[in-house]
């Protein structure tokens, strides 16, 4: 699904979006639609095994790369949560939203138990989030 509609479609028109803003050319050549078609078809055991994934590209550029690259770790890029929640607009609706007792949100959690994670900014956001939800649909 994610290969034949949410990446072409959604993904990578995003992508180039940002890319053509910023005045870059985006390559994605392991998206190439015969080498998708390729290695979608290829047996698991030559993808990932209990130690490692991507066997066969670490195998390919082995020798072309160090194995720092080579292994690793993934790096997302992080939303700006706490950036968000400074903004004086985000930081009175979770006033009302988040510390008020009266609030939907505390229809199905607990007052105490949220306040104690109002200071990790993920889960912060993500309880924000799910009042504004609970406000407008509960």
């Keep these: 699904m994610d290969l034949t509609n949410i990446i072409p ?78 903004i004086p607009a985000m930081e009175e609706l979770s006033s009302k939203i988040l510390r008020n007792p009266a609030s939907k949100i505390f229809l199905k959690l607990d007052f105490q138990q949220v306040q104690k994670n109002l200071n990790y900014n993920y889960k912060h956001w993500s309880l924000l989030v799910l009042g504004i939800w609970m406000e407008e649909h509960h």
């Design 9 to 86: 479609g959604d993904y990578m028109v995003k992508d180039d979006r940002i890319a053509m803003m910023h005045s870059i050319e985006l390559r994605t050549p392991f998206l190439d639609k015969d080498l998708v078609e390729f290695c979608a078809a290829l047996p698991a055991k030559y993808k990932v095994n209990t130690e490692q994934t991507k066997i066969i590209l670490r195998k390919a550029f082995g020798e072309l790369l160090t194995d720092n690259i080579l292994n690793k770790r993934k790096q997302g890029f992080g939303a700006p949560v706490e950036k968000w929640l400074k």
